[in-house]
Structure formats: C-alpha cells, structure tokens
C-alpha cells in the first residue's frame, strides 16, 4: 500500500513485482536486508525506502501486530495504522479495505474514486474529496462495496478504446 501512495497503479504494480523478483516471499527480515541502491532500482523512493524500514523494523520487533488488527474494530484499526510513520487515512483505509476486507472503508480523497463518482453523478468535473465523502457517507455501512464498483468502474473506462 506504501508504495501505491501518489503513483499510478502500474508503476506501483511493478515496482511490488521487482520486489517480489528480489525476494520471491516478501517478509520483514528479507526487505530489511535489502540496499537502500536496490531499493531504489526496484522503484522506491527515498521517503518510501524510509517508511517500509520502518514497518518491517517494528514488524521484527513485534511493536506492530499486522495480524492482530484483523480482532480490531474499524477505528480502532485506523487508529493503529495511521500511527505508522508513512502510513496516512488513503493507506490505512486502503489497508481495511484489501488486507482485512472490512466492508465499511472509503479511501478518502483517491483521485480514480472521485473521477469515477463524478461520472456516475453526471457531473461536469469530479467531486472535491469532501464532496465524494458526503456522498460515500449515504453507503455506510457497505462504502467499501462502493469503493470497489467505482474502481471498477474507473479501470474499465480507462482501459476502453477512445
């Protein structure tokens, strides 16, 4: 999810694929052992180099327990990840949303969400983020079924012929 932040989805996809070349199972320990030169080669920024240490250091350390946020309650969850350096409201709902498959995230203020509602909307430009999430605030408790029909939505007109 780090390395999704602020890239397209294809230069993250590959970026995770090169890094799943270099490692094959990507686990704490193995990341850390990497370079901060081979990380750059696989696609990580200085920041992102930065806050993935982060994480698997206190993965290792047993400070953060990806495993026991699954028993958490959603905010409770959102509390603890956003916590994490380098870890914002996009990732952590993200996070709920992909890695726990809670069914009430919305990643506030993704850019594919808010084209993606504009149309749906038949609005002349997209929703500011505050406007998509008082639209996604009528979804609740189900805004994570809405999140994944609007990307879908995003992804097929993006990849239809022009």
Known sequence: MILEQQVSLASA?????????????????????????????????????????TLASEV???SVDLEGLAALPDDDARLRLTALRGVGPWTAE????????RAD?????????????????????SPSAEEANAHAERWRP?????????????????AAPA
Not at 94 to 101: K, Q, S, T, V
Not at 105 to 125: I, N
Not at 144 to 155: C, E, F, M, N, T
């Open 60 to 62: 290792q350390l047993g």
């Open 13 to 53: 996809a590959a970026a995770y694929g090169r890094l799943e070349e270099a490692l094959g199972t990507i686990t704490p320990v193995a990341f850390s052992q990497l370079s901060d030169s081979r990380l750059r080669a696989i696609g990580f920024s200085r920041q992102k180099t930065g806050y993935c240490r």
């Open 94 to 101: 993200c996070y709920l949303l992909f890695a726990l498959r």
């Open 142 to 158: 189900w805004r994570s079924v809405a999140a994944r029909i609007l990307w879908q939505d995003y992804l097929a007109k993006r």
């Open 105 to 125: 995230a919305w990643p506030s203020g993704d850019r594919a969400l808010q084209v993606s509602l504009g149309r749906a909307l038949h609005m002349d430009g």
